[in-house]
Protein backbone atom coordinates (compact mmCIF):
# COMPACT_ATOMS: atom_id res chain seq x y z
CA UNK A 1 0.00 0.00 0.00
CA UNK A 2 1.43 3.25 -0.87
CA UNK A 3 2.65 5.35 2.08
CA UNK A 4 3.18 9.26 1.52
CA UNK A 5 6.14 9.30 3.51
CA UNK A 6 8.35 6.85 1.73
CA UNK A 7 10.84 7.91 -0.48
CA UNK A 8 10.90 8.05 -3.93
CA UNK A 9 10.68 6.14 -5.33
CA UNK A 10 8.25 3.61 -3.71
CA UNK A 11 6.18 1.12 -4.73
CA UNK A 12 4.45 1.56 -7.19
CA UNK A 13 5.82 4.50 -8.19
CA UNK A 14 3.51 7.30 -8.01
CA UNK A 15 4.38 11.05 -7.74
CA UNK A 16 1.99 12.72 -6.00
CA UNK A 17 3.58 15.57 -3.58
CA UNK A 18 6.52 16.93 -3.18
CA UNK A 19 7.45 15.82 0.13
CA UNK A 20 8.47 12.59 -2.10
CA UNK A 21 11.36 13.76 -3.61
CA UNK A 22 14.70 13.08 -1.86
CA UNK A 23 18.02 15.11 -2.33
CA UNK A 24 19.86 11.82 -4.08
CA UNK A 25 16.69 11.43 -6.60
CA UNK A 26 16.44 15.36 -7.42
CA UNK A 27 20.79 15.74 -8.07
CA UNK A 28 19.67 11.95 -10.57
CA UNK A 29 16.70 13.38 -12.14
CA UNK A 30 18.61 17.04 -12.79
CA UNK A 31 21.52 15.42 -14.56
CA UNK A 32 19.37 13.11 -16.56
CA UNK A 33 17.25 16.25 -17.67
CA UNK A 34 20.57 17.91 -18.86
CA UNK A 35 21.15 14.89 -20.57
CA UNK A 36 17.60 14.56 -22.31
CA UNK A 37 18.41 18.17 -23.24
CA UNK A 38 21.69 17.31 -25.15
CA UNK A 39 20.51 14.40 -26.64
CA UNK A 40 16.89 13.93 -26.94
CA UNK A 41 16.96 11.84 -29.76
CA UNK A 42 18.12 9.06 -27.94
CA UNK A 43 15.27 8.92 -25.64
CA UNK A 44 12.61 8.78 -28.20
CA UNK A 45 11.40 5.21 -27.29
CA UNK A 46 11.88 4.95 -23.20
CA UNK A 47 7.60 4.92 -23.20
CA UNK A 48 7.39 3.19 -27.04
CA UNK A 49 4.12 1.23 -26.33
CA UNK A 50 3.13 2.66 -23.12
CA UNK A 51 -0.87 4.02 -22.65
CA UNK A 52 -1.11 7.50 -20.95
CA UNK A 53 -4.18 9.38 -19.83
CA UNK A 54 -3.27 12.94 -19.41
CA UNK A 55 -6.89 13.91 -17.49
CA UNK A 56 -6.87 17.74 -16.55
CA UNK A 57 -9.99 19.00 -14.83
CA UNK A 58 -9.04 22.49 -14.40
CA UNK A 59 -8.02 24.68 -17.12
CA UNK A 60 -4.28 24.51 -18.25
CA UNK A 61 -1.64 25.56 -20.67
CA UNK A 62 1.85 24.77 -19.20
CA UNK A 63 1.18 21.70 -17.62
CA UNK A 64 -1.00 19.72 -20.13
CA UNK A 65 1.24 20.97 -23.07
CA UNK A 66 4.72 20.30 -21.69
CA UNK A 67 3.13 16.51 -20.05
CA UNK A 68 1.56 15.63 -23.04
CA UNK A 69 4.74 16.54 -25.51
CA UNK A 70 7.35 15.57 -22.78
CA UNK A 71 5.34 12.18 -22.90
CA UNK A 72 5.30 12.08 -27.27
CA UNK A 73 9.03 12.85 -27.19
CA UNK A 74 9.76 9.87 -25.27
CA UNK A 75 7.01 7.69 -27.53
CA UNK A 76 4.05 7.27 -25.17
CA UNK A 77 0.88 6.80 -27.09
CA UNK A 78 -1.41 10.02 -25.18
CA UNK A 79 -5.24 10.84 -25.00
CA UNK A 80 -5.82 14.26 -23.10
CA UNK A 81 -9.08 15.62 -21.67
CA UNK A 82 -8.60 19.26 -21.14
CA UNK A 83 -11.82 20.25 -18.89
CA UNK A 84 -12.77 17.10 -18.26
CA UNK A 85 -15.69 18.41 -15.83
CA UNK A 86 -17.52 19.61 -19.15
CA UNK A 87 -16.13 17.57 -21.59
CA UNK A 88 -16.15 13.67 -20.37
CA UNK A 89 -18.57 11.24 -18.60
CA UNK A 90 -18.13 13.33 -15.39
CA UNK A 91 -20.62 15.62 -16.46
CA UNK A 92 -22.85 13.22 -15.95
CA UNK A 93 -21.84 12.19 -12.77
CA UNK A 94 -19.37 9.71 -13.04
CA UNK A 95 -16.77 9.25 -10.75
CA UNK A 96 -12.74 9.27 -10.22
CA UNK A 97 -12.64 5.92 -9.92
CA UNK A 98 -14.57 5.12 -12.30
CA UNK A 99 -12.44 7.47 -14.78
CA UNK A 100 -9.63 6.25 -13.87
CA UNK A 101 -11.12 1.88 -14.15
CA UNK A 102 -12.16 2.98 -17.74
CA UNK A 103 -8.57 3.78 -19.00
CA UNK A 104 -7.46 1.09 -16.96
CA UNK A 105 -9.65 -1.49 -18.87
CA UNK A 106 -8.77 -0.12 -21.92
CA UNK A 107 -4.82 -0.84 -21.14
CA UNK A 108 -3.43 2.16 -20.11
CA UNK A 109 -0.80 2.08 -16.95
CA UNK A 110 0.16 5.80 -16.99
CA UNK A 111 -2.67 9.16 -15.54
CA UNK A 112 -1.34 11.89 -15.53
CA UNK A 113 -3.81 14.19 -13.28
CA UNK A 114 -5.18 17.42 -12.61
CA UNK A 115 -8.08 17.82 -10.12
CA UNK A 116 -9.72 20.77 -8.13
CA UNK A 117 -10.18 18.67 -5.36
CA UNK A 118 -6.68 18.02 -2.97
CA UNK A 119 -7.19 14.25 -2.29
CA UNK A 120 -8.37 13.34 -5.23
CA UNK A 121 -4.30 12.10 -6.07
CA UNK A 122 -4.66 9.79 -3.10
CA UNK A 123 -7.60 8.28 -4.17
CA UNK A 124 -6.94 7.62 -7.84
CA UNK A 125 -3.56 6.17 -6.75
CA UNK A 126 -5.49 3.92 -4.29
CA UNK A 127 -7.61 2.26 -6.99
CA UNK A 128 -4.47 1.53 -9.18
CA UNK A 129 -3.05 -1.99 -10.44
CA UNK A 130 0.60 -2.49 -9.72
CA UNK A 131 2.40 -0.95 -11.98
CA UNK A 132 0.22 1.53 -13.01
CA UNK A 133 1.43 5.25 -12.49
CA UNK A 134 -0.46 8.57 -11.16
CA UNK A 135 1.24 11.93 -11.29
CA UNK A 136 -0.24 14.86 -9.49
CA UNK A 137 -0.39 17.79 -12.20
CA UNK A 138 -2.01 20.13 -9.73
CA UNK A 139 -4.57 19.63 -6.59
CA UNK A 140 -7.03 22.41 -6.27
CA UNK A 141 -4.87 24.91 -3.18
CA UNK A 142 -2.46 21.49 -2.57
CA UNK A 143 0.15 21.01 -4.47
CA UNK A 144 2.11 20.64 -7.98
CA UNK A 145 4.60 18.37 -7.17
CA UNK A 146 6.05 18.44 -11.32
CA UNK A 147 6.26 22.37 -11.28
CA UNK A 148 8.22 22.45 -8.12
CA UNK A 149 10.51 19.99 -9.30
CA UNK A 150 11.19 22.04 -12.93
CA UNK A 151 11.25 25.20 -10.55
CA UNK A 152 14.10 23.94 -8.33
CA UNK A 153 16.11 22.30 -11.48
CA UNK A 154 15.88 26.27 -12.73
CA UNK A 155 17.37 27.08 -9.54
CA UNK A 156 19.80 24.68 -10.06
CA UNK A 157 20.98 25.45 -13.25
CA UNK A 158 21.11 29.58 -12.03
CA UNK A 159 23.20 28.72 -8.72
CA UNK A 160 24.60 25.07 -8.68
CA UNK A 161 24.85 23.96 -5.86
CA UNK A 162 21.24 23.57 -3.88
CA UNK A 163 23.68 23.12 -0.75
CA UNK A 164 24.79 27.07 -0.25
CA UNK A 165 23.08 29.63 1.41
CA UNK A 166 19.79 30.26 -0.97
CA UNK A 167 17.21 33.29 0.16
CA UNK A 168 14.11 32.45 -2.10
CA UNK A 169 11.23 34.92 -1.65
CA UNK A 170 7.74 33.62 -2.23
CA UNK A 171 5.30 36.56 -3.18
CA UNK A 172 1.73 36.80 -3.44
CA UNK A 173 -1.19 34.16 -2.61
CA UNK A 174 0.59 31.46 -0.82
CA UNK A 175 -2.61 30.48 0.99
CA UNK A 176 -3.87 29.02 -2.30
CA UNK A 177 -1.05 29.16 -5.09
CA UNK A 178 -0.57 25.11 -4.94
CA UNK A 179 2.95 25.67 -6.61
CA UNK A 180 4.57 27.29 -3.65
CA UNK A 181 2.91 24.66 -1.60
CA UNK A 182 5.43 22.07 -3.15
CA UNK A 183 8.34 24.54 -3.81
CA UNK A 184 8.61 24.99 0.41
CA UNK A 185 8.77 21.39 0.40
CA UNK A 186 11.07 20.40 -2.14
CA UNK A 187 13.40 23.45 -1.30
CA UNK A 188 13.45 22.44 2.32
CA UNK A 189 14.84 19.01 1.33
CA UNK A 190 17.97 21.73 1.33
CA UNK A 191 19.43 22.68 4.21
CA UNK A 192 21.09 26.39 4.05
CA UNK A 193 17.85 27.36 2.30
CA UNK A 194 16.02 30.66 3.68
CA UNK A 195 12.36 31.68 3.09
CA UNK A 196 10.30 34.97 2.98
CA UNK A 197 6.92 34.96 2.82
CA UNK A 198 5.69 38.28 1.48
CA UNK A 199 1.83 38.42 1.51
CA UNK A 200 -1.34 40.10 3.00
CA UNK A 201 -2.35 38.74 6.13
CA UNK A 202 -5.46 37.05 4.39
CA UNK A 203 -2.91 35.05 2.14
CA UNK A 204 -0.41 34.24 4.54
CA UNK A 205 1.35 31.08 3.89
CA UNK A 206 -0.61 27.40 5.02
CA UNK A 207 -0.39 26.75 8.55
CA UNK A 208 0.75 23.36 8.27
CA UNK A 209 3.86 24.62 5.96
CA UNK A 210 4.30 26.55 8.40
CA UNK A 211 4.29 23.98 11.01
CA UNK A 212 6.46 21.72 8.62
CA UNK A 213 9.54 24.48 8.46
CA UNK A 214 9.19 24.78 12.11
CA UNK A 215 8.66 21.04 12.83
CA UNK A 216 11.87 20.20 11.05
CA UNK A 217 14.11 23.77 12.30
CA UNK A 218 14.31 25.63 8.69
CA UNK A 219 14.70 29.69 8.41
CA UNK A 220 11.55 31.66 7.42
CA UNK A 221 9.92 35.42 8.19
CA UNK A 222 6.92 36.33 7.42
CA UNK A 223 6.62 39.93 5.80
CA UNK A 224 2.88 41.24 6.34
CA UNK A 225 4.02 45.14 4.93
CA UNK A 226 4.14 44.68 1.37
CA UNK A 227 7.10 46.88 0.37
CA UNK A 228 8.78 44.20 -2.00
CA UNK A 229 11.08 46.69 -3.08
CA UNK A 230 12.43 46.95 0.37
CA UNK A 231 12.80 43.64 0.89
CA UNK A 232 14.89 42.11 -2.27
CA UNK A 233 18.52 43.39 -1.95
CA UNK A 234 19.57 40.08 -0.24
CA UNK A 235 17.50 37.74 -2.02
CA UNK A 236 18.79 35.26 -4.46
CA UNK A 237 14.79 34.12 -6.03
CA UNK A 238 11.96 36.09 -6.10
CA UNK A 239 9.18 33.69 -6.96
CA UNK A 240 5.85 35.55 -7.64
CA UNK A 241 2.64 34.22 -7.97
CA UNK A 242 -0.62 35.60 -9.23
CA UNK A 243 -3.82 35.99 -6.98
CA UNK A 244 -5.75 32.73 -7.29
CA UNK A 245 -9.25 35.02 -7.18
CA UNK A 246 -11.26 31.24 -7.78
CA UNK A 247 -10.26 29.77 -4.85
CA UNK A 248 -11.25 33.27 -2.79
CA UNK A 249 -13.77 31.90 0.04
CA UNK A 250 -16.19 34.71 -0.61
CA UNK A 251 -16.21 38.02 -2.68
CA UNK A 252 -14.99 40.46 0.22
CA UNK A 253 -11.71 38.28 -0.04
CA UNK A 254 -11.63 38.68 -3.89
CA UNK A 255 -12.10 42.46 -3.62
CA UNK A 256 -9.65 42.88 -0.52
CA UNK A 257 -7.10 41.01 -2.60
CA UNK A 258 -7.72 42.51 -5.87
CA UNK A 259 -7.05 45.81 -4.16
CA UNK A 260 -4.22 45.10 -2.34
CA UNK A 261 -2.50 43.41 -5.33
CA UNK A 262 -0.40 45.68 -6.42
CA UNK A 263 1.91 45.71 -3.52
CA UNK A 264 3.22 42.01 -4.43
CA UNK A 265 4.13 42.70 -8.27
CA UNK A 266 7.11 42.97 -10.39
CA UNK A 267 8.19 46.70 -11.42
CA UNK A 268 10.79 48.75 -11.41
CA UNK A 269 11.81 50.08 -8.79
CA UNK A 270 11.93 46.16 -7.10
CA UNK A 271 14.56 45.62 -9.27
CA UNK A 272 16.02 48.50 -8.95
CA UNK A 273 16.48 47.11 -5.31
CA UNK A 274 17.78 43.93 -5.96
CA UNK A 275 21.11 42.25 -5.32
CA UNK A 276 23.87 41.19 -8.44
CA UNK A 277 22.58 37.84 -8.53
CA UNK A 278 18.43 37.85 -8.15
CA UNK A 279 16.52 36.39 -10.47
CA UNK A 280 12.75 35.98 -10.25
CA UNK A 281 10.41 33.50 -11.70
CA UNK A 282 6.89 32.75 -11.47
CA UNK A 283 5.29 29.19 -12.55
CA UNK A 284 2.56 31.44 -15.15
CA UNK A 285 0.09 32.30 -15.64
CA UNK A 286 0.62 36.07 -15.03
CA UNK A 287 -1.76 39.08 -14.54
CA UNK A 288 -0.81 42.17 -13.48
CA UNK A 289 2.29 41.03 -11.35
CA UNK A 290 4.42 40.19 -14.15
CA UNK A 291 3.45 42.03 -16.98
CA UNK A 292 4.55 40.41 -20.40
CA UNK A 293 7.10 42.94 -21.17
CA UNK A 294 9.46 41.42 -18.48
CA UNK A 295 9.23 38.42 -20.31
CA UNK A 296 12.76 39.51 -21.94
CA UNK A 297 14.52 40.94 -18.80
CA UNK A 298 17.83 39.83 -17.66
CA UNK A 299 16.63 38.94 -14.36
CA UNK A 300 13.62 37.00 -15.34
CA UNK A 301 13.57 33.18 -15.39
CA UNK A 302 9.74 32.29 -16.33
CA UNK A 303 10.53 31.34 -19.59
CA UNK A 304 13.59 29.64 -18.81
CA UNK A 305 10.92 27.29 -16.06
CA UNK A 306 8.82 26.20 -18.76
CA UNK A 307 11.78 25.43 -21.20
CA UNK A 308 13.66 23.27 -18.46
CA UNK A 309 9.61 21.89 -17.44
CA UNK A 310 9.29 20.05 -21.11
CA UNK A 311 13.59 18.19 -20.47
CA UNK A 312 12.47 18.00 -16.45
CA UNK A 313 9.61 16.18 -17.38
CA UNK A 314 11.26 14.14 -19.36
CA UNK A 315 14.00 13.15 -16.97
CA UNK A 316 10.98 12.39 -14.28
CA UNK A 317 8.93 9.98 -16.84
CA UNK A 318 12.49 8.45 -17.52
CA UNK A 319 12.99 7.84 -13.99
CA UNK A 320 9.50 6.36 -13.60
CA UNK A 321 9.99 4.00 -16.17
CA UNK A 322 12.92 2.06 -15.54
CA UNK A 323 11.77 2.04 -11.77
CA UNK A 324 8.68 0.28 -13.54
CA UNK A 325 10.82 -1.70 -15.89
CA UNK A 326 12.61 -2.89 -13.01
CA UNK A 327 9.91 -4.04 -10.23
CA UNK A 328 6.73 -4.65 -12.51
CA UNK A 329 8.15 -6.08 -15.85
C1 LIG B 1 -0.01 27.12 -11.94
C2 LIG B 1 -1.07 26.13 -11.52
O1 LIG B 1 -1.89 25.69 -12.31
O2 LIG B 1 -1.00 25.79 -10.35
N1 LIG B 1 0.39 27.07 -13.22
C3 LIG B 1 1.16 26.04 -13.71
O3 LIG B 1 0.83 24.90 -13.59
N2 LIG B 1 2.32 26.35 -14.31
C4 LIG B 1 -0.18 28.47 -11.37
C5 LIG B 1 -1.51 29.14 -11.24
O4 LIG B 1 -2.55 28.65 -11.69
O5 LIG B 1 -1.50 30.22 -10.71
Redesign the pocket.
Known amino acids: MFQMSELMFNDPPHLLQAQQFTPEFLEEAFCLAEDIRHYPHLYSSVLEGEWMAVLFE??????LGSSWTAAERLGANVFHTEHSAVTSSEVKGESLTRTVKTFTALGYTWFIL?RRRAGDMQLAASITRPGQVVIN??DGPSQ?PT?AFLDVYTIKREFGDLNQPLHVMLVG?LKN???VHSLVYLLSKYRNVKFTFVSTRQMAMKRDIIDYLDRHGHRYVERFDGLLSAMTKNVDVVYL??A?LERCESPDEQAAWQSEFPLYGMNDEVIGQMGDRTIFMH????NEELPEAYDTHPRARHLQ??EN?LWGRMALLTKIQRFRLAHHQ
Open positions: EPSTRTRGGHQDGRTTRQPLPSQMG
